[in-house]
């Protein structure tokens, strides 16, 4: 129901988009290019966002979407990259899968597939040697895993994560411990846990039993937050591949194996 709501939303949008203004007429005015009559800025949609109370979204390119009189926006909401659509009134916006009709494709999600494979890291940077281990160490294809102890959605990787090793013992997970701010005790647990170098007690964190407070004293949990943020993850979960590519947030164990042999996605997860 909500895709023929949206359908219908951006069929609408498209007939009034069709009509010709007085501008379009005349051959000084828009014509085929609505850039000569409609633009914003990312500092607009800034403003836009910080008005509808989410201050932390970044917004990373403005374009023109497949639809006349939508702009394509795409953003980092805490490390989760995503797309919503702006009309060009910029006063109402648009969060959805924006359908081709003729050949049936997913034009959002082909976006967001690309907006992923454009987002590299440098893999070399992460210290896998301080990493716990999802697997075995000789594995020949490594994923370097930013979690936080309590994300609900780093829970549910984690449980995609260890079907996966028992399909693909050439597959291995090197966790690394990133607590986020929004969390207050996921820092002590993180410390905690790398005190111990307990993939179990992560586990343990992930089905909120009841860890014992840090008994060494460690900067490893510090060093991670230095890591992340100079690597630009900002969220987690986060998926990073030798070659550079980068997924956020959590997917099934078969997409896991798709994204790690470089297969693309055809649906969202």
Not at 37 to 49: A, D, F, G, N, P
Request: aromatic content about 6%; proline content about 6%; some cysteine.
């Amino acid at each position: 129901m909500k895709v023929v709501i949206f359908l219908f939303v951006v069929a609408i949008a498209a007939i009034g988009a069709a009509i010709p203004s007085p501008q379009a007429l005349d051959k000084t005015g828009c014509e085929m290019n609505c850039q000569k009559c409609h633009s914003v800025t990312k500092e607009e949609i800034r403003e836009i966002l910080n008005n509808m109370k989410t201050p932390e979204v970044e917004v990373l390119k403005v374009e023109e979407s497949p639809v006349k009189g939508l702009w394509e926006v795409s953003i980092s909401n805490k490390g989760q990259l995503g797309l919503f659509y702006l009309g060009f009134a910029k006063s109402h916006l648009i969060s959805g899968s924006l359908i081709e009709v003729s050949t049936g494709k997913n034009k959002t999600m082909e976006k967001f597939t690309r907006l992923q494979e454009s987002r590299r890291i440098e893999f070399s940077k992460i210290p896998l040697h301080q990493a716990l281990v999802i697997g075995d160490t000789a594995s020949l294809k490594k994923v370097a895993v930013f979690t936080d102890p309590d994300c609900p959605h780093c829970s549910n990787l984690h449980q995609e994560m260890e079907k996966v090793i028992l399909e693909r013992k050439d597959i291995a997970f090197y966790v690394i411990l990133f607590p986020l701010s929004i969390h207050p005790d996921a820092y002590w647990k993180s410390k905690s846990i790398v005190c111990k170098k307990s993939i179990t007690m992560l586990a343990d964190a992930f089905a909120q039993k009841t860890l014992p407070k840090p008994d060494c004293d460690t900067d490893q949990v510090d060093v991670n937050i230095k890591l992340a943020e100079a690597l630009g993850i900002t969220g987690t979960p986060v998926l990073v591949l030798p070659d550079g590519r980068v997924h956020t947030g959590t997917m099934s164990a078969d997409r896991i194996i798709d994204f790690v042999d470089g297969v693309r996605p055809n649906k969202p997860n």
